[in-house]
């Protein structure tokens, strides 16, 4: 049996920054692309790695939800810094909205990456997500 992917662009979310999609289905697996600091007019949530990690997380959820999935069911994030210097802030932020949402302090597995720049030079922080989703 083949399993084609669909794409989407959640309305909740922003319009693409270029020619992707937000998120991809392929059977039970929801792949949320790279979310960043950017409310839906793609304004960013602020300067600081606290606000554009809730950001991020916000949209990832949005993303998730859209496809009958949620954070409950992540099984893996990347995320991406633009600055070491930002690391324990990122946690801080992370650990502050993990509380919330894995009350149960069993959290997904999270790779985190420090690049050189993202798309945009106001953007700090991008974290895309791999869950699934039940059929």
Known sequence: MTILPSYHNPPELAEPLSTYTHVAQA????FVAGQCGLRKDNSVAG???TS????????ITKALISQGSSLRRVVRFVTYLVSADDVAEFYAARKAFFAAHYADGEYPP??????????RPDLRVEIDATA????
């Open 52 to 59: 554009q990690t809730y950001q991020a997380y916000e949209n």
């Open 27 to 30: 059977g039970n697996l929801v």
């Open 110 to 119: 999270n790779t985190l990456l420090i690049v050189q720049g993202l798309v």
């Open 132 to 135: 699934y989703r039940d059929r």
């Open 47 to 49: 300067p600081d790695v």
